[in-house]
């Protein structure tokens, strides 16, 4: 027998190996649903994971526009807001300038 072939015969178990390996992996994540079940010391879930709930939650739909908005920012409001604003800026700056020295 030549290196050559043998060679081959060397790669062609390696590659019925991997695909032996693979085709266990496959047929073991099939199992994935039973194996919660299991005990931990086989393979199951810890003590303390919570319950799966009973229905699975449904997709937020992403599509829906927002309520319409009725109370709307007075002109009080707004200037109340933008001088807290104005104040929170200002004592930040501050902050950052006394951080610095």
């Known amino acids: 027998m030549s290196r050559t072939q043998a060679g081959y015969r060397r790669g062609h178990r390696?590659?019925?190996a991997a695909l032996a390996a693979?085709?266990?992996g496959l047929a073991l994540a099939g199992c994935s649903s039973v194996l919660s079940e299991m005990p931990q010391q086989v393979g199951g879930l810890p003590e303390g994971v919570p319950a799966r709930p009973a229905e699975?939650?449904?997709y937020p739909a992403v599509n829906d526009l927002p309520?319409?908005?009725d109370a709307v920012m007075t002109d009080e409001e707004r200037k109340k807001l933008a001088a807290e604003m104005?104040?929170?800026?200002a004592e930040t700056a501050r902050r950052a300038g006394a951080a610095a020295d």
Not at 86 to 89: M, S
């Open 14 to 16: 390696v590659a019925l």
């Open 22 to 24: 693979g085709v266990l």
């Open 56 to 58: 699975t939650a449904s």
């Open 67 to 69: 309520q319409a908005r």
């Open 86 to 89: 104005a104040a929170a800026k």
